[in-house]
C-alpha cells in the first residue's frame, strides 16, 4: 500500500500502483469494449486505495471516474463499472439497484470483494436473472489492510484499546466485533501474499488456577483463533495457497510494553509525528509565492518518495541535522550559482535563501526543494527541543527505564524544572507509573501527580494504564505495570542495556521489548510458558519451533512464485528512489533470505517498534513485517488512554 505494500508488478506506467490493485483493474480489460471505466467503492475501501496509490495512477489504468456506492450517481450506460467493494448485505443490495431492471446504471460489472463474501450474498446475486448476464467479473481480493510503510501496515482499529482493554470491554459487543474484523483484515495479508504462517502469540497471565482470567487478558489468544480459522479456510479455498508453513507470526498485545508509546523517540520520523502538528504524513510549511512578494502555505508528505526522508527517517535527530548541513555544504560546494548566493549573503545560507534558489536555478529546484523542507523541519525540531527542555525529559525518562533513576529524581525533576510542559510530565509519570505500578496504589501516586500539576483527565490517562497488564504481577517481562520496584537496590534496571549495540548518540539506549522478542522467535526461544503456538498441537513443545525448524523448508513459501514477490520495492527499481528495507537487492536476492516474520501488535505499535523492524530485517536477513491496528505517536496513545474511560469523557473534555 502506500507504493509498497504489496507486491509490485512493474508494468507500463503503473509503477506506482500496488500489484494487486493493478492486477484488479488491468483484468477488466480482456473483456471489457470500452476504453475507460468507473471506479466504485464503498468508505472503507476508499481508504485501502487512498493508501496505496494517488487518482493519476488509477487513471492510467484507464479509469475516468471514482464514485461513492452510497452517493446518487448519474447513469452511465455506455461504460463498464468497477465494484471494489466490502461483502456486507448493504453493499449488495446497493450493487444489485444499480445493475438490475431495464435501465442499469452501467453496461458491465466487474465486482471485487475486499474478503471472502459469504455463500448467501452470492446467492443473493445469483438470484436476479436480470444482473447475471450484466457481470464481467465475480472474485475475492482479499485486500483489508492498510500500508504505512514498506514493512509495516494496520488494520484500521484506532478504538481498540477502548473496545477491548477498558473496564466495559467485559461481554461487550464491540469486543467481539472488533476481534472478528481484525482477525479478518490480519487474513488477509496472507491470503494475498499466500503466506501461511505459524500463528504464535501471548498467552493469558494468570496467576493460579483460583484467579480468573479476564477477557482482556484473553485478547491474543482470541485473535488467533480468529485469524487461524481464516487461514483453515483459505487452505480450500484460495487456489495455490500453501498447505504446509512458510513463515511466522507473533500475536502481542499492549502490555508486552507499555512504555514505548510514551517514552520520547529520538529519531528523525518519530520527531516528526511527536512534535510537529502533522496531519499524518502530512506537513504543511510557508514557501515564497511564484510572484515573489510573499509567502503562501504549502502541503507535502513526508513518505517514501522523497529520497531525503528515506535516508534519514530513522537517523537519530542530531545525525539527521549534521547529514543535512553536510549535504547542503556539498551542494554549494558543487553549484557556482549558491556559492554567489550565499557570498551576497554574508556567507549564510538560511532556509528562505534554499527555497528562493529554487526559482533561480530551475534545474535543481526538486533537489533544493526537498533539502530546503527538511533543513527548515529540522531547524523546527532543533527548537521544540530546545524551548521544552526536551534533553533533560528526555534523560530521566532512559534513567528511570534503565535503573540509574527513581523516586528521588523524579520528584526533584517535577520541583526544580518549572519550564516543562504539564505534557511531558505526564509522560514522566507514565512511564514512572509503568515501572512502579504499587507506588499508585497508594496516596504517593496522587501526590506526585499533583505535584505534577496533572489535571483530571491526565491522571485517568495514568490510571487507565492498570487495564492494559494481566493480573501477574509477579514477573519481570520489561513491559509495564507487571513490574515491582525494589528500593533496597541501588541499581533495579527494568530494562537492560544492549550490548554491543552502543551509539554515538546521546539518548539512544532506549529500545522496545518487541525487538527482543523478535529475535527469541527467530532463534525459536520465546519463553514456553509465556507464548504458544496453533499450529502445534503437542502440549509439551507448547507450540514453539526449534531454532533449526524456523529455518527450514524455504522451498514451500509462496515468495519465489510471485512476479516481483516482495513487500517492499526493490531498491533498484524503476523509480530512481531508494528503500531501506531489508531487500536492497531484492530483484537477485529476495530468494536467499530466509522466512518472513509477521508480528502484530494490539493496541496500537510504535515508530520504534516499526524501526526495529526495518533493523532487524538487516540483522536477521529475513524480512519483519509489523502490523498492528493503528500507529499511534505519543499524543494519540494518551488521547485513547483516556477515551477508555469513555462514560466519564468526551473528545472535548480532553486537554492533550
Known amino acids: ?87 456486507t448485505k448493504e453493499n449488495i443490495v446497493m450493487f444489485l439497484s444499480d445493475m438490475s431492471g431495464r435501465s442499469p446504471l452501467y453496461k458491465k460489472a466487474y465486482v471485487f470483494f475486499s474478503s471472502p463474501v459469504h455463500k448467501e450474498l452470492v446467492a443473493q446475486i445469483k438470484k436476479d436473472s436480470s444482473v447475471l448476464p450484466r457481470i464481467g467479473a465475480l472474485s475475492e481480493m482479499n485486500l483489508e489492510y492498510f500500508a504505512i510503510d514498506s514493512q509495516g501496515f494496520t488494520t484500521d482499529h484506532e478504538r481498540a484499546l477502548e473496545e477491548l482493554f477498558s473496564e466495559n470491554a467485559e461481554g461487550s459487543h464491540k469486543y467481539n466485533a472488533c476481534l472478528n474484523t481484525m482477525a479478518t483484515r490480519i487474513s488477509t495479508v496472507f491470503a494475498s501474499l499466500r503466506e501461511f504462517p505459524r500463528v504464535h502469540y501471548r498467552v493469558a497471565k494468570t496467576i493460579d488456577a483460583s484467579t480468573m482470567t479476564t477477557l482482556r487478558d484473553l485478547v491474543p489468544t482470541k485473535l488467533a483463533a480468529g485469524v487461524w480459522n481464516c487461514l483453515a479456510k483459505y487452505k480450500t479455498t484460495i487456489p495455490e495457497f500453501p498447505q504446509t508453513e512458510t513463515c511466522e507470526l507473533l500475536i502481542v498485545d499492549r ?7 510514551i517514552i520520547h523517540e529520538w529519531t528523525y520520523d518519530a520527531m516528526c509525528h511527536d512534535l510537529l502538528c502533522m496531519d499524518g504524513n502530512k506537513y504543511v510549511h510557508e514557501v515564497p509565492s511564484k510572484n515573489g512578494s510573499a509567502t503562501e502555505k504549502k502541503e507535502v508528505l513526508l513518505e517514501d518518495h522523497d529520497p531525503v526522508w528515506l535516508e534519514l527517517r530513522h537517523a537519530h535527530i542530531a545525525d539527521a541535522s549534521e547529514r543535512l548541513h553536510d549535504k547542503m555544504t556539498h551542494f554549494v560546494s558543487k553549484n557556482k550559482a549558491a556559492q554567489l548566493h550565499q557570498a551576497r549573503n554574508g556567507g549564510e545560507l538560511s532556509t528562505r535563501d534554499l527555497q528562493k534558489m529554487v526559482h533561480a536555478l530551475p534545474q535543481y529546484s526538486d533537489q533544493i526543494d526537498k533539502l530546503s523542507l527538511h533543513v527548515e523541519i529540522a531547524g523546527k525540531l532543533n527548537n521544540i527541543i530546545r524551548e521544552q527542555c526536551l534533553r533533560d525529559v528526555g534523560q530521566l525518562e532512559q534513567d528511570l527505564v534503565f535503573g540509574d533513576a527513581g523516586t528521588k529524581e523524579l520528584i526533584n525533576f517535577l520541583r526544580t524544572q518549572l519550564g516543562v510542559s504539564r505534557e511531558n510530565k505526564l509522560r514522566l509519570l507514565m512511564i514512572y507509573a509503568a515501572l512502579n505500578p504499587e507506588k499508585f496504589e497508594s496516596d504517593k501516586g496522587a501526590k506526585l501527580m499533583q505535584l505534577a500539576g496533572l489535571s483530571d483527565d491526565d491522571m485517568i490517562a495514568v490510571n487507565n494504564m492498570r487495564c492494559l497488564c494481566g493480573p501477574d504481577t509477579k514477573k519481570s517481562t520489561g513491559g509495564g505495570f507487571t513490574l515491582k520496584f525494589d528500593v533496597h537496590k541501588k541499581k533495579h534496571a527494568h530494562r537492560k542495556e544492549r550490548t554491543g549495540e552502543e551509539s554515538a548518540w546521546a539518548l539512544s539506549r532506549f529500545y522496545p521489548v518487541l525487538e527482543e522478542l523478535i529475535e527469541k522467535l527467530s532463534k525459536g526461544e520465546l519463553p514456553k510458558d509465556e507464548y504458544n503456538c496453533m499450529n502445534d498441537p503437542s502440549p509439551s513443545a507448547h507450540g514453539l519451533p526449534t531454532s533449526s525448524s524456523l529455518r527450514t523448508s524455504p522451498a514451500h513459501s509462496m515468495r519465489s512464485r510471485r512476479t516481483g514477490g516482495t513487500w517492499a520495492r526493490p531498491r533498484g527499481s524503476d523509480d530512481g528512489y531508494s528503500s531501506d528495507s531489508v531487500l536492497k537487492h531484492a530483484s537477485s536476492d529476495f530468494k536467499k533470505l530466509g522466512q518472513r516474520i509477521f508480528v502484530f501488535v494490539i493496541g496500537g505499535a510504535t515508530r520504534s517498534e516499526l524501526r526495529a523492524a526495518h533493523k532487524l530485517s538487516s540483522k536477521l536477513k529475513r524480512e519483519v513485517i509489523l502490523g498492528s491496528s493503528s500507529l499511534d505517536d505519543p499524543p494519540q496513545f494518551i488521547t485513547k488512554l483516556k477515551l477508555m474511560s469513555a462514560d466519564e469523557l468526551t473528545l472535548d473534555d480532553l486537554q492533550i
Open 1 to 87: 500500500m502506500r507504493e509498497n505494500v504489496l507486491r509490485r508488478v512493474q508494468y507500463g506506467g503503473a509503477k506506482h500502483l500496488p500489484g494487486l490493485l493493478f492486477e484488479m483493474l488491468r483484468s477488466t480489460r480482456k473483456n471489457s469494449k470500452s476504453t475507460w471505466k468507473v471506479l466504485i467503492m464503498d468508505k472503507f475501501t476508499v481508504k485501502i486505495m487512498s493508501y496505496a496509490c494517488k487518482m493519476a495512477d488509477i487513471t492510467e489504468e484507464g479509469v475516468s471516474l471514482v464514485e461513492d456506492l452510497y452517493k446518487r450517481r448519474q447513469p452511465l450506460p455506455s461504460l463498464d463499472a468497477i465494484y471494489f467493494i466490502q461483502p
Open 255 to 261: 502490555s508486552i510494553d507499555q512504555i514505548a508509546p
